[in-house]
């Protein structure tokens, strides 16, 4: 059996994945059902879940935008009659 390469992007998408469903799922608990203190507990689990997608999502981008500059070749950009 071969591995696989760690592929980062791919892991950091799962858990954005995960990170997201853990939120919603949460999100949508019966606020009748639940004590005022409790509703205040969802509530800052969901806010600490909604920071923590936000912060994935930000590294993503910034490693999807370092792999962009990584792929530019020194004759990218340069003018025609150089």
Request: hydrophobic letters at 30%; zero cysteines; proline letters at 4%.
């Amino acid at each position: 059996m071969s591995e696989k390469p760690y592929n980062r992007e791919s892991h950091l998408e799962g858990a954005l994945r995960r990170v997201y469903s853990s939120r919603r799922t949460l999100s949508h608990l019966d606020a009748g059902i639940l004590t005022p203190e409790q509703f205040e507990q969802v509530r800052a689990l969901t806010d600490a879940l909604e920071a923590l997608e936000q912060d994935i999502e930000k590294t993503l981008l910034e490693e999807r935008h370092d792999v962009d500059d990584d792929k530019v070749t020194p004759l990218q950009g340069a003018r025609a009659d150089d």
